[in-house]
């Protein structure tokens, strides 16, 4: 079964710039989709951004413009970088995958990202 593990999490302090890491391991399969989802305290899970194997990104409205999501095929994983981070942007984030369009979504722990002066 196959295993994510975020890194790159942190406090930094508005218009700042961090970068997440995700590595899956456990399955020599590659996944099809990979991306990022976050929650902050008493809200709902929203997505940030994905990217398929094909290169396909769909992103939140929030994010556009300033995070950017890329992956390594062939390492199964996933980075996303952000930069012009708003306090808004404070949040547990959640790395995913999947195998198929159609398949269960796996999940990372979650790294804490901290956006404050």
């Known amino acids: 079964q196959v295993q994510l593990v975020e890194s790159g999490g942190g406090l930094v302090q508005p218009g700042g710039s961090l970068r997440l890491s995700c590595a899956a391991s456990g399955s020599s399969a590659s996944l099809y989709l990979m991306g990022w989802f976050r929650q902050a305290p008493g809200k709902q899970r929203e997505l940030v951004a994905t990217?398929?194997?094909?290169?396909?990104?769909n992103s939140g409205d929030s994010v556009k413009g300033r995070f950017i999501i890329s992956r390594e095929n062939g390492k199964n994983t996933v980075y996303l970088q952000m930069d012009n981070l708003k306090p808004e942007d404070t949040a547990a984030y959640f790395c995913t995958g999947k195998y198929a369009v159609i398949g269960r979504n796996y999940w990372g722990q979650g790294t804490q990202v901290t956006v404050s002066s």
């Open positions: 990217i398929t194997s094909g290169g396909v990104v």
